[in-house]
């Protein structure tokens, strides 16, 4: 899967209320995507019905988990040395703290972690979440305990997620699991299995509940949103063995997101992450269609070099990607597009990186997610092909992309200055305790003095001046999206 738009840099730790019957503690840290983030509301939500409270205090916890990325090197590093601190207050501080290891990572890197380097007490795979309880009884007998079983019809559709670092505006929903895109560079395949969708009713229960809670925008979320497909249950690949009934009742993506958006029309929704190869035009109709959808696309490309995109077994051309930016462009004219781009991909020569920066400026992206390439173990990248391009060359690439993003990112915000836009307030800015800030449809952040406006309103903002990143104004009243 490539990274979602909302991938973190740093792990975030989780609070969640507290049932006083609970006599337990957990002290619960995410890394990477979002659906990590996620996941750790289901986790959090077990966990609770098994007698756990969350703490923010790592020295007081009895269970200390770690939700863990594996898409680079940089990220498992960064878990590593959070394993390390973890170990260290369990010697010195709470030897009967029990450490774990959850997500891609726990999959991956399981015999390692508990044979090997003897770690942590327990490794958890993404799709066997349900076993925590049983799995923690192991660690209490004195056993290690470990189940990274892959499933093929887990989706935790049934699970009521808790929502954790809650503004109480802004809700992730998962919508499906795994992928199917084998991505040469990708662990994500491996480490958390064949895609498959979630039942839409259980969607749409699970909205309702966030907008009778006073959530006021969700965030559709999968490894690749647009291969969404419901046929009954099963993975996506076996749709072909379905019934005739089957597959003309089934659920496709753009008819999920039109469902969504005509339910809630005063919910505002976003998605993430798309594929190129998945995204057809009748996405982009359902997007022009609504206004409660958000006119923003996260669009992974990683190379703008056919050769490298064949290398990478990436099902889409340059060409291709091109034509289906025009047609956003032409559908979603306001639409923000954002991207991914590895650098220095095996084999990558200059003229191909010199691709990269063209077709950068070709759609001259809102933003970006820009990576030195770096091998992962199990891929088939990582299997097959040698990781030939110098750290330095990977690096000056990786600044030359960076650059090019950051001139284009202050043209698109630019274009801003003088117009309205429609921000939902989400927090106090980190700058002034006297300014909001909230996003506009196309995910941008808009900075603006508070005055008598509150977290959870909808307002349209007139844009002063920008940054690269952020735009700057003045509310001028609420937007219709407001509810009182």
């Not at 209320?17 to 289901?42: A, R, V, W």
Request: net charge negative; proline share 3%; glycine share 6%.
């Amino acid at each position: 899967m490539e990274k979602t738009i909302e991938e973190s840099k740093q792990g975030e730790s989780l609070t969640l209320e507290h049932k006083p019957q609970n006599t337990k503690k957990l002290f619960i840290e995410s890394y990477g995507c979002s659906m990590n983030f996620s996941d750790s509301e289901i986790v959090a939500s077990i966990l609770s019905e098994n007698g756990f409270n969350t703490t923010q205090i790592l020295e007081e916890a009895d269970l200390v988990l770690v939700n863990t990325c594996s898409i680079r090197d940089k990220a498992e590093q960064t878990v590593r040395k959070r394993l390390e601190k973890y170990n260290a207050v369990k010697r010195e501080v709470n030897p009967k703290m029990k450490v774990g290891v959850l997500g891609c990572m726990a999959e991956r890197l399981k015999e390692q972690f508990l044979e090997q380097e003897k770690i942590v007490d327990l490794v958890v795979g993404p799709d066997a979440y349900k076993d925590l309880p049983n799995l923690l009884a192991e660690v209490e007998e004195g056993r290690d305990a470990i189940n990274v079983i892959l499933s093929k019809e887990e989706t935790y559709g049934d699970i009521s997620p808790v929502r954790l670092m809650t503004n109480g505006v802004s809700a992730l929903v998962s919508i499906t699991r795994g992928c199917d895109n084998m991505c040469t560079f990708c662990v994500v395949p491996f480490t958390r299995g064949r895609e498959r969708s979630r039942e839409p009713q259980s969607i749409m229960n699970e909205i309702q509940d966030l907008w009778n809670k006073g959530y006021k925008e969700i965030t559709l979320l999968g490894q690749n949103v647009d291969s969404y497909l419901w046929y009954g249950g099963g993975l996506k690949k076996d749709f072909d063995k379905a019934s005739e009934m089957q597959k003309a009742t089934a659920v496709d993506f753009d008819q999920l997101l039109d469902m969504v958006a005509t339910a809630f029309p005063k919910m505002r929704i976003r998605f993430s992450t798309s594929n190129p190869q998945d995204m057809h035009l009748s996405v982009l109709e359902v997007i022009a269609k609504h206004p409660n959808i958000c006119n923003h696309i996260h669009l992974p490309v990683q190379s703008g070099s056919n050769r490298i995109l064949k290398e990478m077994n990436r099902l889409h051309t340059r060409e291709e990607y091109m034509t289906l930016i025009d047609n956003i462009r032409r559908i979603i004219p306001e639409c923000g597009i954002t991207q991914d781009m590895i650098a220095g991909f095996p084999t990558e020569t200059e003229a191909d990186h010199q691709d990269s920066l063209s077709l950068m400026e070709y759609v001259k992206y809102d933003f970006g997610y820009m990576y030195a390439y770096s091998e992962r173990p199990g891929t088939l990248a990582g299997r097959k092909m040698k990781d030939d391009v110098p750290e330095e060359t990977k690096l000056r690439r990786l600044q030359e992309i960076v650059a090019l993003q950051r001139e284009h990112s202050a043209f698109r915000t630019a274009q801003f200055v003088g117009k309205t836009v429609e921000v939902l307030i989400e927090k106090e800015s980190k700058r002034s305790e006297n300014d909001w800030s909230g996003r506009n449809s196309q995910n941008l952040t808009v900075v603006f003095p508070k005055e008598q406006y509150n977290i959870g309103e909808f307002v349209n903002v007139e844009i002063t001046s920008c940054t690269s990143g952020t735009l700057i104004g003045k509310a001028v009243g609420y937007s219709e999206m407001n509810v009182k």
